[in-house]
């Protein structure tokens, strides 16, 4: 696999993008497709001039997702040739997959599909004729599991992304597919049921999409999706993230099981809880391949964070949505900055990283934060609205498109938000109708005053 990913990927960038939607990813997606279908085309090409080389009266050409021989040869039992000629050129399927190994082993069979042709010693075998050929339908979940990860990377790129989201998808099929059931539609969808809630349901169909792409299964799952219940979400207030805060160290002070050694971890936490606040991070961007140090640079003037680009919508440098915030959470304090370093950074091992992440998460709730980690992204999604700052440079600061900036975080812009864009608005009406106002009665001076010129320039005329 590893001369696959060398041979293949070497040369490629992964796109990035600050879309971390559907969309997002489908452009990367397609960049990596199109970079792999002109690996492969090319190395189909070498294969297909090495056999003319070789006077191998077989080519090869890819179709549909798999590779096929082709090559002239004696007729099949029962068919005929319009021209009544005793041989015919056919497109021979041996269930071959379009990828690299499946090139290996296409070049193979192309081979000694040769020499039978050659020696004029070939007939039309079950094998050739498709008799009885396993077809991938007839695997079994748990023997799909054992190749799922091989297969994954046969046409994409490995990164630290890409192995976290394949150990995400590995995951998702333990607890739904293995089992000793063939991989066909029925069993697909009996298996995808028994997730009965909006997002187990989606993860469910999501990993079996890309099974069925992996073996070149067509199923339709689009009748098993279940409506989304949109629930309210709790929407710290500034005011709020400011005084819950302080719950990290009560709760690590004044706990008696707690070590005396591990009192003072509140300060991580709190540090974490700082960042998100201020900058609105995904709690990975803080920890996964981020330049910390880069907060107490000289440099820094615009007191920005920097995500690394192996994050999901790759790199970015971040502005403070509350500026006023970084000395209040204490954000650069070099020895906070040194412990995260050294206790939550990974060296890239997805697994550790999942859970440090929810380390993070289950201190919010142990202390008694109401709210998520996430909630304070929301946070700074909605506050960026209502400073006025505008929907592209938001968007962009936080990592997504200006589509889900849109359609997705603005919908959790509850009821105490509103008023308060409300009650701007009106402030920004009143201030409007002050000035006007104002403008009048100046404009209604300025007119008594020249008039009142007028006059008196007349009265010394006339004396």
Same mark, same amino acid.
């Given at each position: 696999?590893?001369?696959?990913?060398?041979?293949?990927?070497?040369?490629?960038?992964?796109?990035?993008?600050?879309?971390?939607?559907?969309?997002?990813?489908?452009?990367?997606?397609?960049?990596?497709?199109?970079?792999?279908?002109?690996?492969?085309?090319?190395?189909?090409?070498?294969?297909?001039?090495?056999?003319?080389?070789?006077?191998?009266?077989?080519?090869?050409?890819?179709?549909?997702?798999?590779?096929?021989?082709?090559?002239?040869?004696?007729?099949?039992?029962?068919?005929?040739?319009?021209?009544?000629?005793?041989?015919?050129?056919?497109?021979?399927?041996?269930?071959?997959?379009?990828?690299?190994?499946?090139?290996?082993?296409?070049?193979?069979?192309?081979?000694?599909?040769?020499?039978?042709?050659?020696?004029?010693?070939?007939?039309?075998?079950?094998?050739?004729?498709?008799?009885?050929?396993?077809?991938?339908?007839?695997?079994?979940?748990?023997?799909?599991?054992?190749?799922?990860?091989?297969?994954?990377?046969?046409?994409?790129?490995?990164?630290?992304?890409?192995?976290?989201?394949?150990?995400?998808?590995?995951?998702?099929?333990?607890?739904?597919?293995?089992?000793?059931?063939?991989?066909?539609?029925?069993?697909?969808?009996?298996?995808?049921?028994?997730?009965?809630?909006?997002?187990?349901?989606?993860?469910?169909?999501?990993?079996?999409?890309?099974?069925?792409?992996?073996?070149? !299964?067509?199923?339709? =799952?689009?009748? $098993?999706?279940?409506?989304?219940?949109?629930?309210? *979400?709790? /929407?710290?207030? +500034? &005011?709020?993230?400011?005084?819950?805060?302080?719950?990290?160290?009560?709760?690590?002070?004044?706990?008696?099981?707690?070590?005396?050694?591990?009192?003072?971890?509140?300060? !991580?936490?709190?540090? =974490?809880?700082? $960042?998100?606040?201020?900058?609105?991070?995904?709690? *990975?961007? /803080?920890?996964? +391949? &981020?330049?910390?140090?880069?907060?107490?640079?000289?440099?820094?003037?615009?007191?920005?964070?920097?995500?690394?680009?192996?994050?999901?919508?790759?790199?970015?440098?971040?502005?403070?949505?509350?500026?006023?915030?970084?000395?209040?959470?204490?954000?650069?304090?070099?020895?906070? /900055?040194?412990?995260?370093?050294?206790?939550?950074?990974?060296?890239?091992?997805?697994?550790?990283?999942?859970?440090?992440?929810?380390?993070?998460?289950?201190?919010?709730?142990?202390?008694?934060?109401?709210?998520?980690?996430?909630?304070?992204?929301?946070?700074?999604?909605?506050?960026?609205?209502?400073?006025?700052?505008?929907?592209?440079?938001?968007?962009?600061?936080?990592?997504?498109?200006?589509?889900?900036?849109?359609?997705?975080?603005?919908?959790?812009?509850?009821?105490?938000?509103?008023?308060?864009?409300?009650?701007?608005?009106?402030?920004?009406?009143?201030?409007?109708?002050?000035?006007?106002?104002?403008?009048?009665?100046?404009?209604?001076?300025?007119?008594?005053?020249?008039?009142?010129?007028?006059?008196?320039?007349?009265?010394?005329?006339?004396?």
């Amino acid at each position: 696999m590893e001369d696959i990913q060398d041979k293949v990927f070497a040369d490629f960038e992964v796109p990035t993008t600050s879309d971390g939607s559907y969309r997002g990813m489908k452009e990367i997606t397609n960049a990596t497709k199109k970079h792999f279908e002109m690996k492969f085309n090319q190395e189909l090409a070498q294969i297909n001039s090495r056999l003319k080389s070789a006077k191998t009266k077989v080519s090869l050409v890819s179709i549909r997702g798999g590779i096929q021989l082709r090559a002239t040869l004696p007729l099949k039992p029962d068919d005929t040739h319009r021209q009544g000629r005793s041989r015919k050129q056919y497109t021979i399927s041996l269930r071959i997959p379009a990828n690299f190994d499946g090139l290996k082993t296409a070049e193979e069979e192309a081979y000694t599909l040769g020499k039978l042709i050659a020696r004029q010693t070939f007939t039309w075998t079950d094998k050739y004729l498709g008799v009885n050929t396993k077809r991938n339908q007839e695997i079994t979940f748990r023997e799909f599991y054992e190749i799922f990860e091989k297969l994954y990377f046969q046409n994409r790129k490995k990164t630290r992304k890409s192995i976290g989201t394949i150990q995400g998808h590995k995951k998702v099929y333990r607890q739904r597919f293995l089992s000793d059931l063939s991989i066909n539609k029925d069993n697909f969808k009996q298996l995808i049921l028994k997730a009965d809630t909006y997002s187990t349901r989606i993860k469910a169909i999501s990993v079996a999409s890309v099974v069925c792409n992996l073996l070149d !299964i067509s199923i339709d =799952f689009s009748d $098993l999706f279940l409506e989304k219940q949109v629930k309210q *979400r709790y /929407i710290p207030t +500034d &005011s709020e993230i400011q005084v819950y805060a302080a719950e990290f160290r009560k709760h690590y002070e004044s706990a008696k099981f707690i070590e005396q050694a591990r009192k003072d971890r509140w300060k !991580i936490y709190k540090f =974490f809880y700082g $960042l998100m606040a201020v900058y609105g991070l995904r709690p *990975r961007e /803080i920890i996964n +391949d &981020s330049n910390l140090y880069w907060l107490i640079s000289s440099e820094n003037t615009n007191s920005t964070f920097k995500v690394g680009s192996d994050n999901k919508t790759g790199y970015r440098e971040v502005f403070p949505f509350v500026p006023e915030w970084i000395e209040l959470f204490d954000l650069k304090n070099k020895s906070l /900055i040194d412990w995260v370093k050294k206790d939550f950074f990974c060296d890239g091992n997805n697994e550790k990283q999942r859970r440090k992440i929810d380390l993070i998460s289950r201190n919010f709730r142990i202390v008694g934060i109401p709210f998520t980690p996430y909630d304070l992204r929301h946070a700074c999604a909605i506050r960026a609205h209502l400073q006025g700052i505008p929907i592209k440079a938001a968007a962009d600061n936080l990592g997504h498109s200006v589509e889900m900036h849109t359609n997705v975080y603005q919908k959790w812009f509850g009821l105490e938000n509103r008023k308060k864009a409300f009650n701007q608005a009106f402030e920004e009406m009143n201030e409007v109708e002050q000035l006007k106002d104002k403008l009048r009665l100046a404009t209604e001076r300025i007119a008594e005053l020249e008039s009142e010129n007028s006059r008196l320039r007349l009265s010394v005329v006339s004396k």
